[in-house]
């Protein structure tokens, strides 16, 4: 019972840590492709 409990607390817990973590990789991803997407027209003109 215990076990379950602290497993249910934990995963409270854990949840909302995991999404705000998905999501700002989800951004620095974005981020990133539009970075490199960029330097390749920047070799690409010269």
Known sequence: M???AFG???RN???PIV????AFLFLLTIFWI???SRHKKLHLNK
């Open 34 to 36: 539009q970075q490199s």
């Open 19 to 22: 999404t705000e973590n998905v």
């Open 8 to 10: 249910k607390t934990f």
């Open 13 to 15: 817990a854990v949840k």
């Open 2 to 4: 215990v076990v379950a």
